[in-house]
């Protein structure tokens, strides 16, 4: 059974406040999962977020160009 996390904990992997996972979750940008009146949000589904808003830095280019 996969771990399920709350909307403070998601706020803790995330580093922000709670406010930003409950955002996520009115926008529907993270898969959760309601019981009774709580919310809570797969593991799985935090690491999937994580990795799809992950942007890679730019690789700068040389200032100078080779022979033309």
């Known amino acids: ?10 706020a803790a ?6 406010r930003f996972p409950r955002r996520l ?3 529907r940008r993270i898969t959760f ?3 009774g009146r709580h919310v809570r949000i797969p593991e ?6 994580i990795t799809t808003n992950t942007v890679e ?3 700068r280019r040389s200032r100078y160009r080779r022979g033309a």
């Open 33 to 35: 999962v309601k019981v």
């Open 44 to 49: 799985s589904a935090v690491n999937t977020f």
């Open 1 to 10: 059974m996969e771990r399920l996390l709350s909307v403070d904990e998601v």
């Open 25 to 27: 979750i009115a926008e």
């Open 57 to 59: 830095p730019v690789r």
């Open 13 to 18: 992997v995330l580093g922000t406040t709670a």
